[in-house]
């Protein structure tokens, strides 16, 4: 029964994500051509909300809780474990006050209505994970851009989705080129909860019932600290609250 359940609502779900998608690709447009980069990223914001809490289709429960009042008048990195590609709609809804801009594989930046335009236009660091090269210059310019713009950039360190819930090894890479280009960002771990028990196996279909988190933990102050010491530090963070009851 509940397997035909999942199957019915994920249907629903599959046709309201779908033409989401194509309603705010329009409105990116617009915002992009008429007005400036922030309004771009609220419709984005927007975006990202209605495609949230459309899960309820699929009667699963919400839950966001930030342990600390971020600052909006400096950049963030947050630095997340990665269970689904819900783990992105929910930061940038979540996290929405400071703008959270992502480091991506470059794949996803075409075919895809509004995510590829977003990826495209919002400056996110889009890395081909089969030239070190140009991800290094990708990440280097979404440091750039934070700084300038008091935005924040997000970073999931175990570069793929973990299958089983556990954490990956963290690269520090990504994170050490962030924090030297924007010197001035608060690093901030974020634990995402139950996001790959909703698509264990992909898009469709997902499961219903399910209850998702996204927890925005204790900021970390970079300054006389490694980056080795950053990522440690704020993956002992995040195994802490997904261990927590």
Not at 165 to 175: H, I, R, T
Not at 192 to 207: D, E, V, Y
Not at 210 to 216: A, H, M
């Amino acid at each position: 029964m509940k397997k035909i359940l999942d199957y019915f609502l994920s249907s629903v779900y599959m046709i309201y994500f779908g033409l989401t998608l194509v309603i705010f690709h329009v409105i990116q447009v617009i915002c992009f051509h008429l007005f400036d980069r922030r309004t771009h990223q609220k419709s984005v914001h927007w975006l990202n909300g209605f495609l949230l809490h459309g899960l309820w289709i699929l009667g699963t429960r919400l839950h966001h809780e930030a342990k600390t009042e971020l600052p909006t008048d400096r950049p963030v990195i947050f630095v997340a474990n990665h269970q689904s590609m819900f783990d992105i709609v929910g930061m940038i809804w979540y996290m929405r006050k400071n703008y959270p801009i992502f480091v991506s594989k470059i794949e996803l930046a075409k075919g895809i209505p509004s995510i590829s335009y977003n990826l495209r236009k919002s400056g996110a660091a889009l890395i081909d994970r089969k030239d070190g090269k140009q991800a290094i210059v990708e990440i280097a310019r979404l440091g750039k851009l934070i700084e300038e713009t008091k935005f924040s950039a997000a970073i999931f360190p175990e570069g793929t989705r973990s299958r089983t819930g556990e954490l990956k090894q963290f690269a520090v890479g990504g994170v050490a080129i962030l924090v030297k280009k924007a010197p001035h960002a608060l690093v901030v771990p974020v634990a995402i909860k139950n996001t790959g028990r909703l698509n264990p196996k992909g898009i469709f279909p997902l499961n219903s019932l399910e209850r998702l988190s996204w927890i925005s933990l204790t900021p970390i102050e970079p300054k006389g600290k490694s980056a080795e010491e950053l990522v440690e530090l704020a993956k002992l963070a995040i195994k802490k609250e997904l261990e927590s009851a």
